[in-house]
């Protein structure tokens, strides 16, 4: 029995997780947690006893100094509690750790024993993979469940994943058999650019999440880090013909698979989403300038006809400035099912995301 003494009541809790490891591809996954803690001021109430979980010539405690005392910090997870109150307020229990090296049964158990505690309504699991979808996109995210009932009620898919798995879909199962409802959130990472970390992911689940528990998570410095990453992988792929021509394929082949879905209700739901996101508020109380990492695209260039007719204009009225127009809009989120050849799991592997 888990006792808990130190963490008020909470309302409407929802238990948010991500593991270091094979289910963090570019630490896309972590880092979405981190940032959720960092931003409302995470109060850590629990940590797992490393003892039980980790082999420590795999994952090694770090020795550092504090004023002169050295310290040892374990490899472990920790249990933290941060109150949202936009637009509703409720509360989530963030779980962030290292994939345990053993006893996974009774480390999901013991997770479980703190959800019950806490009166959890629901467990998101996040996570990161690699797949063969362009950097230059937006990143792919999908949701899945065990639930059938609760894939229809939150349109997820139905895990269908056979094969090996980690941490992520062993907590999932271990909340279906618990009874507890239980989503994963996956992020689709590009293979080639496979290094953490990657912002332009950790923006992608943030904003994920949102949608699925209707938040307000204010963005932080996730927007500009984003869309730095990506001109810095640009410049890269810029430099060498063969990355260049590979992402071009990656690219017209992800277009041409997301046609199909271009209908008139999902460009709906993608500007209802462009619409909270406007609507969210910095830390700071400002409106960050992006809320989602999408790449603008240039003004297009001013056709000759449209060139006559200002200038026909300008002749007509001397003195007066032609208006001048730009076009930006986001892009839509796709899909990719492919195998990445990395010891992290791939979208054809955990494409049923078990």
Not at 47 to 60: C, K, P, S
Not at 126 to 136: M, R
Not at 158 to 183: D, F
Not at 221 to 235: F, I, K, N, T, Y
Request: with cysteine; proline share 7%.
């Amino acid at each position: 029995m888990v006792e808990l003494e130190d963490v008020p009541e909470l309302i409407d809790p929802v238990m948010v997780c991500a593991f270091e490891g094979w289910n963090d591809a570019g630490d896309a996954a972590s880092a979405a947690v981190g940032h959720l803690d960092e931003t409302w001021g995470g109060k850590v109430f629990a940590a797992l006893d490393a003892e039980d979980y980790y082999d420590f010539q795999v994952n090694r405690p770090t020795v550092w100094l504090d004023g002169g005392v050295r310290r040892i910090t374990w490899p472990t997870t920790r249990l933290s509690v941060v109150r949202v109150t936009e637009p509703t307020t409720r509360d989530l229990v963030l779980v962030r750790g290292i994939e345990p090296s053993m006893r996974w049964r009774s480390y999901c158990n013991e997770l479980l024993g703190f959800a019950h505690e806490l009166g959890v309504e629901l467990v998101v699991i996040l996570g990161a993979l690699l797949g063969d979808t362009p950097h230059s996109r937006p990143v792919p995210v999908s949701g899945v469940t065990s639930d059938a009932a609760l894939a229809r009620r939150l349109d997820l898919e139905e895990s269908r994943y056979e094969g090996p798995t980690g941490i992520v879909g062993v907590l999932q199962e271990a909340c279906a058999h618990a009874g507890v409802p239980a989503v994963t959130l996956w992020a689709a990472v590009p293979h080639y650019v496979a290094q953490p970390p990657n912002p332009k992911a950790t923006l992608a689940l943030i904003n994920k999440l949102e949608d699925l528990l209707d938040l307000r998570i204010p963005p932080g410095e996730l927007s500009e880090d984003a869309r730095a990453w990506q001109l810095g992988v640009d410049q890269l792929a810029a430099e060498d013909s063969e990355v260049a021509e590979y992402v071009q394929q990656l690219e017209e082949a992800q277009d041409t698979a997301e046609l199909p879905e271009a209908s008139g209700d999902a460009i709906a739901r993608e500007f209802e989403r462009y619409l909270r996101r406007r609507e969210n508020l910095g830390p700071t109380g400002e409106k960050p300038a992006v809320g989602h990492a999408t790449a603008e695209r240039p003004a297009e260039p001013e056709s000759k006809e449209s060139k006559e007719a200002t200038d026909s204009e300008a002749d007509a009225e001397p003195g007066t400035e032609p208006d001048a127009a730009s076009e930006s809009g986001p892009e839509a989120d796709s899909k990719t099912d492919s195998e990445a050849g990395d010891d992290r799991p791939s979208e054809s592997d955990e494409n049923g995301k078990g």
